[in-house]
């Protein structure tokens, strides 16, 4: 069992493998995309003192990894602590055993019917963000619109929504420029994972050998990656705190937001297998994280998507135009989830950006045993030979590039790197079926894939379909977005890096 036969890039530094390349290269995808044309879908690259990585985007040892193996593939200590030091301990920095426990309790705060009621809240918030757009353009713009930066607005406002749905609180990031949550989010990914000096790389290789006290301790560090964990993790646990009292204290009984469904499912668990306080206010500062900026991110890309597309824009806006009319002619107020399911070309649209941009470009696993990775893209080895298997030793760090998945020209076809919708509305094309939704690894797959993914694609649904209604998008002349790397992929304006995330967008009132 040895990986030395595997293809892959020459190494560029003995010390730090390809791992700094890596992760400062110009846009997410630019070099994998380049070594899956070069070796195939699968191939070999080195992390930090030489230790073998395998990169994968082929889709059989993708499912087999995320799916079909369970436990078997564990999450690597660098992710497991990285994620700690802003969600605590929580579902996302668990191993194993416990992470079962936490996704029991927390299953079924995600169920179906619990996020239909979760949708007048969606539509209300992306109304709020309507009404702040047009307040926006009102004051700094000519009748013919105005460019606002698109990614910030949606980021609280999908804040607000977590706000809501997930602990019934009124956070108010939209309307409070000032907002703590708000500004201890704000560039937390950005300020802490972007471009990460040598120093830092080959200190976190050291992790997995270091001691559990002594890993507990990282999180004092002075540097401002590790502060800026810290103040945010301070303040979510600040806001939880309090939270957790009142669902605890049974005023809120029959309450519907996902704190208190997750309460009243810890009370009802056998005591062994409780959730301990900690572990709740983990959650908190993890649904925080996990439940905002991913949806505002995949909005931003979409919106960005349309913006350059006018054409597919306005096939959605005739779309909701039709849905609207049968709405009103069923006397209702609203669309309720079934409409907007039926939204054939809209949810094609959100499916296609979503492959395009996923916001967690690439997943890391490591092999618990010895085993043989299954291939559907036969691979050829230096020697010569053409695999569809690789024996991989245990310890192996396997690394997910969920960016070249979404765009494996096996998959999704020649036009692979380009934006077209319509492929989802093809049900010719003989596909797998990798991931939880839409045979995309944006959401991961198996028993550790998103939580949130339904909760994730009806908010997208919702505020999608008010902007829309509400805005016509143009892409402004002259600005090039790029795709950056900060763990999240971040969208900023080529030449205006140090102003932070942000698409700008021209728009445009419609109603
Ligand atoms: C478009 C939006 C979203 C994307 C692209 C996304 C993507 C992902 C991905 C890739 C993972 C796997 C992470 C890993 O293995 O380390 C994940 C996990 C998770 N997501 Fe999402 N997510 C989105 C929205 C949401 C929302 C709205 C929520 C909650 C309201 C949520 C809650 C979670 C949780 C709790 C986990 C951990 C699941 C576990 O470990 O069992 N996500 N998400």
Redesign the pocket.
């Known amino acids: 069992r040895s990986l030395s036969d595997i293809r892959g890039p020459p190494v560029p530094s003995r010390l730090l493998g390809h791992e700094k390349l890596v992760r400062h290269m110009e846009q997410v995808g630019d070099l994998e995309f380049q070594w899956v044309r070069e070796f195939g879908p699968t191939w070999l690259a080195k992390g930090c003192y030489g230790e073998d990585n395998l990169w994968t985007a082929d889709p059989k040892a993708l499912q087999y990894v995320f799916h079909t193996s369970g436990y078997r593939y564990s999450?690597r200590v660098v992710?497991i602590e990285i994620?700690k030091l802003f969600t605590g301990q929580?579902?996302?920095s668990?191993s194993a055993d416990d992470?079962q426990r936490?996704?029991k309790i927390?299953n079924p705060a995600?169920g179906a019917a619990q996020l239909r009621t979760f949708l007048p809240v969606f539509r209300r918030s992306a109304a709020r963000l309507s009404q702040k757009w047009k307040d926006q353009l009102q004051s700094s713009s000519t009748s013919e619109g105005g460019t606002l930066n698109i990614s910030r607005m949606l980021a609280r406002m999908?804040l607000d929504v977590?706000g809501e749905?997930?602990f019934d609180d009124r956070l108010g990031a939209l309307d409070d420029k000032e907002n703590e949550l708000a500004k201890a989010f704000d560039s937390l990914f950005l300020d802490s994972l972007l471009h990460p000096p040598s120093w830092d790389l080959l200190f976190k290789a050291l992790w997995p050998y270091l001691p559990a006290s002594v890993l507990s301790l990282i999180k004092y560090l002075p540097t401002k990656e590790y502060k800026r964990f810290r103040d945010y993790l301070h303040t979510a646990f600040r806001t939880g705190k309090g939270l957790i009292e009142q669902k605890a204290s049974g005023t809120e009984k029959g309450s519907k937001d996902?704190m208190s469904i997750l309460v009243q499912s810890n009370q009802s668990e056998d005591v062994r297998f409780r959730l301990s306080e900690t572990e709740m206010l983990s959650?908190i500062a993890?649904?925080l994280v996990?439940?905002?900026d991913?949806?505002a991110?995949?909005l931003t890309w979409l919106l960005y998507e349309l913006a350059k597309h006018p054409e597919d824009q306005q096939k959605i806006r005739d779309e909701i135009a039709a849905a609207r009319a049968r709405v009103e002619a069923r006397h209702d107020d609203d669309f309720t989830p079934a409409d907007l399911d039926a939204m054939t070309f809209t949810n094609a649209a959100i499916k296609e950006s979503?492959r395009l941009h996923?916001?967690?470009p690439t997943?890391a696993r490591e092999a618990e045993e010895d085993d043989v990775l299954p291939l559907s893209v036969p691979i050829e080895t230096k020697s010569g030979k053409i695999i569809t298997e690789i024996p991989i030793p245990k310890g192996t760090p396997i690394i997910a590039s969920?960016c070249t998945y979404n765009r494996l020209e096996s998959v999704w076809g020649e036009d692979a790197a380009e934006w077209n919708p319509m492929r989802f509305l093809d049900n010719n094309k003989e596909r797998t079926t990798v991931g939880v939704f839409a045979n995309l690894?944006?959401?991961?797959a198996g028993?550790?894939?998103?939580?949130?993914?339904r909760?994730?694609?009806l908010?997208?649904q919702a505020v999608l379909t008010e902007l829309i209604e509400t805005f016509d998008f143009r892409f402004p002349e002259g600005v090039e977005i790029v795709r950056l790397n900060a763990g999240l992929m971040i969208p900023m304006v080529r030449g205006k890096m140090e102003e932070g995330a942000q698409v700008p967008l021209h728009i445009s009132v419609l109603r």
């Open positions: 999450k992710a994620t929580g579902i996302l668990t992470h936490h996704r927390m995600f999908t977590i749905v997930a996902i959650q993890t649904l996990a439940g905002h991913t949806t991110s995949s979503l996923p916001i967690v997943l969920i690894m944006t959401f991961s028993i550790r894939g998103c939580i949130g993914w909760f994730a694609v908010e997208m």
